[in-house]
Structure formats: structure tokens, C-alpha cells
């Protein structure tokens, strides 16, 4: 599986949009991308995914720049609950097992 | 539909002795996988169970084992505990072995080793 470099960090106002970056330069082409975020001291959260297609849910979007070497994850109207760290994961899509890596994750900071 | 349970939540124990940690799978799923996450690291794969067998292993000396029980329920087993042994313990189900298969985390168990 590809391997993924995020900012350690963000911050975000309440209410604005929050835009996490992922590089994911070496994927291949049958690799999703797959965006998981842990809430302090809780289980990690599935919250999208996605293989080259723009993708939208009631969580989040995620846009994937067409040559698929890096992809961003939207929350549209951050809340204060929004607080968590945040794992971009690349993964293949036809593995037998659910294997996932988890890099270090992006903590975004929601902040009223 | 119940979500994924862990027991216990905390438990503390000494160097050298063994520990077994519990997950309960969400209500239909087949598959669980268990993760180590050491404080401020992401999740570690430990190894993934499909219909009570061992369905893919991460990098962990066999001292790690498990077991899956036939309602899909499993078990952690870590012998000989090592001080980095240390960690949240999460477990996850999913209704397939895929990858492609959703995986539901539990809230996970805190195994401190002293």
C-alpha cells in the first residue's frame, strides 16, 4: 500500500470550511483513498473514501486531483466536535484482508 | 444494532504476565481485526480473524495472538507483557475480510504494563 504524508497540524474557525491535505504521490491504480478520524480517546471513525472520483457524503467531501497524487478532504462547516485527528489511508481495493496503516494523522484544532 | 464493544476499558498489569482482551463484533459482521496504538501513534495492525480463522498478520512476534469465537466475538491474547506493550487496544468488524469491507472500531481497551 502507498504511503501517505500529512501536515501534523491544522487549525480551523467554527462554522468555516476545513481543508485537510493529503500526498499520496505513489499510488497505484487500483488504490482508494480512505479517510479515517479519531476523536480523543474513542475508536477510530470511517468517515469517506474514494478512487478517483470526487465523492461526497453527509460528512465530508473528498477531491482527488487527477493524477491521483494527492487528494483533500472537506468538512464543509467545521464544529467544535469536528476535533480529532485525522488519517488519510491508501489501500487497495481488491485485498483480502482489511488491513489499514495508519500514518500519523493531521490533529485539526476546531476553534469557536 | 449494537456497535462494537471492548472489555474490559483499563486494566493494569506487571512484566511477564499475560493478558486477554475481548471484542464483541457488531451485530452481522464476520471479521474482526485488532489494532495497538501506543500513545500519540496511529493504530498499528495487529492481525484480522474471517470466520474464526487468522486472515492476515501485522508485524507482531507471536507472543500476539488471537481467537474468534462462532457468534464472531474474539479474543487478544498477549503473553510474557512487556513494559511497550503498553497501548489502546482497538478491535474492528466488518461484514467481510475485504478490503473494501467498512470496518467499525470499538472504543478500545488501555492496557498499562508496569
Known amino acids: 500500500d502507498a504511503k501517505t504524508t500529512q501536515p501534523p497540524s491544522m487549525d480551523c474557525a467554527e462554522g468555516r470550511a476545513a481543508n485537510l491535505p493529503c500526498n499520496h504521490s505513489?499510488?497505484?491504480?487500483?488504490?482508494?483513498v480512505y479517510w479515517y478520524r479519531q476523536i480523543h480517546s474513542q475508536g477510530p471513525q470511517y468517515i469517506i473514501h474514494g478512487l478517483k472520483n470526487n465523492e461526497t457524503n453527509e460528512m465530508a467531501s473528498l477531491i482527488i486531483t487527477e493524477d491521483r497524487k494527492s487528494s483533500t478532504l472537506i468538512l464543509p462547516h467545521a464544529t467544535l466536535r469536528d476535533t480529532a485527528v485525522y488519517y488519510c489511508i491508501v489501500r487497495r481495493g481488491s485485498s483480502n484482508t482489511g488491513k489499514l496503516i495508519f500514518g500519523q494523522g493531521t490533529t485539526l484544532q476546531v476553534k469557536p | 444494532e449494537t456497535g462494537v464493544t471492548q472489555s474490559p476499558t483499563h486494566l493494569i498489569k506487571t512484566r511477564g504476565q499475560q493478558v486477554t482482551l475481548r471484542c464483541s463484533s457488531q451485530?452481522?459482521?464476520?471479521?474482526v481485526s485488532w489494532y495497538q496504538q501506543a500513545l500519540g501513534q496511529g493504530p498499528q495492525f495487529i492481525f484480522q480473524y474471517y470466520r474464526e480463522e487468522e486472515n492476515g498478520r501485522g508485524n507482531f512476534p507471536p507472543r500476539f495472538s488471537g481467537l474468534q469465537f462462532p457468534n464472531y466475538s474474539s479474543e487478544l491474547n498477549v503473553n510474557a507483557l512487556e513494559l511497550d506493550d503498553s497501548a489502546l487496544y482497538l478491535c474492528?468488524?466488518?461484514?467481510?475480510?475485504?478490503?473494501?469491507?467498512?470496518?467499525?472500531f470499538g472504543p478500545g481497551t488501555r492496557l498499562t504494563v508496569l
Open positions: 474492528a468488524s466488518s461484514s467481510g475480510s475485504f478490503s473494501y469491507n467498512e470496518q467499525f
Open positions: 451485530s452481522g459482521h464476520n471479521t
Open positions: 505513489t499510488i497505484s491504480g487500483n488504490e482508494y
